[in-house]
């Protein structure tokens, strides 16, 4: 009886996820970023809010905009508009994407401001925790075509909507 209802349970929460991610459904995410627990070269804590919005072009295919607000301990603050795309694999949230982004970095100590263009893949998961609302853990890495020094491996949690 036990293995019915385990099996039962994970057919249920596989048919929900599988149901969010089809052609035509709408997403929106709001995540933090990193809380200190990203590493790059040029950085020490950074704190970071990003907000992604996008759609289902096909299903389990989706095309995204993300805007991103970074400040950290060196008094540099830095804004990231992008476009990309994740893969979610078929029924089980797992998902991996990529995509190009422009950062605008400002140093106050040094008013000094640059400009840079990043490639960035990540990996994640959607866990639901109801129909429409998933809880998503993700590690990145954001490669900068300036420096390597401005390359990035981080990761967020992000709380997201499927409509």
Same mark, same amino acid.
């Not at 590493?39 to 759609?55: C, F, H, K, P, V």
């Not at 100590?109 to 993700?138: K, M, Q």
């Given at each position: 009886?036990?293995?019915l209802?385990?099996?039962?349970?994970?057919?249920?929460? @596989? +048919?929900?996820?599988?149901?969010?991610?089809?052609?035509?459904?709408?997403?929106f995410n709001?995540?933090?970023?990193?809380?200190?627990?990203?590493?790059?070269?040029?950085?020490?804590?950074?704190?970071?809010?990003?907000? +992604?919005?996008g @759609?289902?072009?096909?299903?389990?295919?989706?095309?995204?905009?993300?805007?991103? %607000?970074? =400040?950290?301990?060196k008094d $540099?603050?830095?804004? +990231?508009?992008?476009?990309?795309?994740?893969?979610?694999?078929?029924?089980?949230?797992? =998902?991996?994407g990529?995509?190009v982004?422009?950062?605008?970095?400002?140093?106050?100590?040094?008013?000094?401001?640059?400009?840079?263009?990043?490639?960035?893949? $990540?990996? %994640? =998961?959607?866990?639901?925790?109801?129909? +429409?609302?998933?809880?998503e853990?993700?590690? =990145?890495?954001?490669?900068?075509?300036?420096?390597?020094?401005?390359?990035?491996? %981080?990761?967020?949690?992000?709380?997201?909507?499927?409509?």
């Amino acid at each position: 009886m036990k293995k019915l209802l385990v099996c039962l349970v994970m057919l249920a929460a @596989t +048919t929900l996820a599988h149901a969010q991610f089809e052609q035509n459904k709408w997403y929106f995410n709001a995540a933090v970023s990193n809380l200190g627990l990203s590493y790059s070269g040029s950085e020490d804590l950074r704190l970071g809010a990003q907000i +992604t919005a996008g @759609t289902f072009l096909f299903d389990n295919l989706s095309l995204l905009l993300n805007a991103e %607000g970074v =400040y950290n301990e060196k008094d $540099e603050r830095s804004a +990231t508009f992008g476009v990309g795309g994740r893969y979610y694999f078929s029924q089980n949230g797992i =998902y991996l994407g990529t995509g190009v982004k422009f950062r605008h970095f400002e140093y106050k100590s040094e008013n000094n401001d640059f400009n840079d263009a990043l490639w960035s893949f $990540e990996a %994640g =998961y959607a866990f639901f925790l109801s129909r +429409t609302v998933t809880i998503e853990p993700a590690v =990145y890495y954001d490669l900068s075509f300036k420096d390597k020094d401005y390359s990035k491996v %981080g990761f967020k949690l992000g709380f997201g909507l499927y409509f």
